[in-house]
């Protein structure tokens, strides 16, 4: 029997991360002007809802970091393969000009943006509000009710997103039988992969090592200069209509110096977290990094005129006065060593 304090806490805690996943995804990269703050509410069912499914079916199995990404991986691929389109539309934000399209698929859009809701829109949420609910460890939050609930409204977030954005931004473009097919299947295959990380079956992390870890700024700086460099690398910005300034032919190589730097990033924070030193804090340390730079990036490619330089920079301050609270926490709290990539089954 779980006590009525817990139980609070727990659906204290699945609101939070409702409401977190849209903010980190959607306003701290200024996607979402100020003067149109009302469409995060389009956004909650599908980022709110559909990242509470996903924690609770990753936890529930036991999974990691590694699960979590590919679960956001299969989020990516419904959210903008399915819901949107956006990765095979020829018109929608683009996206068809900024570099090569095999098979149709817009390949730089694809490539930045299936990451990004790996990272951002389900990892780092889900860190940051396990974080601040530490004392819940990796509980569910959720009974078989309140999921099904959370799973409806993730299905009813995805129809919404999709019979409101593509008409009004895309009208006409209908993905094929076909193509829906394919992307389905590779969200299947994506869960599937998850599935066998939880299980024992996928591949392991190696045991905790005696390697230094970083000191917090340098986590932090390290994890900023790599999420900067991955979104300046593919995203075109600053007038550019291709990746990295560079003529539309020569975009493939922008988009393997951004694969490079996130396989470089994740070898780096795989071995650091592996260590005894590893700590609460350091996770907030890494995410923080991420987060600001993200932010920072969405000041310098999503803001168009003073109000919304504006309204992005005071949503940034405000992020990292939370985080600077919630590390607080974390140090006036116990330190023990803990690991951001478990063993399969822990």
Same mark, same amino acid.
């Given at each position: 029997?779980?006590?009525? #304090?817990?139980?609070?806490?727990?659906?204290?805690?699945?609101?939070?991360?409702?409401?977190?996943?849209? =903010?980190?995804?959607?306003?701290?990269?200024?996607?979402?002007?100020?003067?149109?703050?009302?469409?995060?509410?389009?956004?909650?069912?599908?980022?709110?809802?559909?990242?509470?499914?996903?924690?609770?079916?990753?936890? +529930?199995?036991?999974?990691?970091?590694?699960?979590?990404?590919?679960?956001?991986?299969?989020?990516?691929? %419904?959210?903008?393969?399915?819901?949107?389109?956006?990765?095979?539309?020829?018109?929608?934000?683009?996206?068809?000009?900024?570099?090569?399209?095999?098979?149709?698929?817009?390949?730089?859009?694809?490539?930045?943006?299936?990451?990004?809701? =790996?990272?951002?829109?389900?990892?780092?949420?889900?860190?940051?509000?396990?974080?601040?609910?530490?004392?819940?460890?990796?509980?569910?939050?959720? +009974? +078989?009710?309140?999921?099904?609930?959370?799973?409806?409204?993730?299905?009813?977030?995805?129809? *919404?997103?999709?019979? #409101?954005?593509?008409?009004?931004? @895309?009208?006409?473009?209908?993905?094929?039988?076909?193509?829906?097919?394919?992307?389905?299947?590779?969200?299947?295959?994506?869960?599937?992969?998850?599935?066998?990380?939880?299980?024992?079956?996928?591949?392991?992390?190696?045991?905790?090592?005696?390697?230094? %870890?970083?000191?917090?700024?340098?986590?932090?700086?390290?994890?900023?200069?790599?999420?900067?460099?991955?979104? =300046?690398?593919?995203?075109?910005?600053?007038? =550019?209509?291709?990746?990295?300034? *560079?003529?539309?032919?020569?975009?493939?190589?922008?988009?393997?110096?951004?694969?490079?730097?996130?396989?470089?990033?994740?070898?780096?924070?795989?071995?650091? #977290?592996?260590? @005894?030193?590893?700590?609460?804090?350091? +996770?907030?340390?890494?995410?923080?990094?991420? *987060?600001?730079?993200?932010?920072?990036?969405?000041? %310098?490619?999503?803001?168009?005129?003073? *109000?919304?330089?504006?309204?992005?920079?005071?949503?940034?301050?405000?992020?990292?006065?939370?985080?600077?609270?919630? @590390?607080?926490?974390?140090?006036?709290?116990?330190?023990?060593?803990?690991?951001?990539?478990?063993?399969?089954?822990?």
């Amino acid at each position: 029997m779980v006590p009525p #304090s817990n139980r609070r806490r727990q659906r204290r805690a699945a609101a939070a991360l409702v409401l977190v996943a849209p =903010a980190v995804a959607e306003l701290t990269l200024g996607s979402v002007p100020v003067k149109m703050l009302w469409l995060v509410v389009l956004y909650v069912p599908i980022y709110g809802a559909g990242v509470l499914l996903i924690r609770e079916a990753v936890r +529930r199995t036991g999974g990691g970091a590694g699960a979590l990404l590919l679960m956001g991986l299969a989020y990516g691929l %419904v959210e903008e393969g399915l819901a949107l389109q956006s990765l095979t539309s020829p018109h929608l934000y683009g996206a068809a000009g900024w570099g090569p399209r095999p098979w149709g698929v817009n390949a730089p859009y694809a490539e930045l943006n299936l990451p990004y809701h =790996a990272v951002f829109s389900v990892l780092l949420p889900v860190t940051l509000v396990e974080l601040a609910f530490r004392d819940l460890g990796r509980t569910p939050y959720l +009974r +078989r009710a309140g999921l099904a609930g959370t799973a409806a409204a993730a299905l009813l977030g995805a129809a *919404l997103l999709r019979v #409101s954005v593509p008409p009004v931004e @895309d009208p006409g473009y209908l993905l094929s039988g076909r193509a829906a097919l394919v992307v389905l299947g590779l969200a299947a295959a994506a869960v599937t992969a998850a599935l066998a990380v939880r299980s024992g079956r996928g591949v392991r992390a190696p045991a905790r090592a005696a390697v230094p %870890v970083p000191g917090l700024f340098r986590l932090g700086a390290v994890c900023a200069m790599a999420a900067f460099a991955f979104l =300046a690398l593919l995203f075109p910005f600053a007038g =550019a209509h291709h990746p990295a300034f *560079l003529p539309r032919a020569w975009a493939p190589l922008p988009m393997a110096a951004a694969a490079a730097t996130a396989a470089a990033a994740c070898w780096a924070l795989r071995r650091w #977290s592996g260590a @005894d030193g590893w700590t609460a804090r350091h +996770r907030l340390a890494a995410a923080t990094g991420a *987060l600001v730079a993200h932010t920072v990036f969405g000041l %310098v490619s999503h803001t168009r005129d003073p *109000l919304d330089t504006a309204g992005l920079a005071v949503i940034g301050a405000a992020m990292v006065l939370l985080l600077h609270r919630l @590390d607080l926490r974390l140090a006036a709290g116990p330190a023990a060593s803990e690991s951001a990539w478990p063993r399969a089954g822990r």
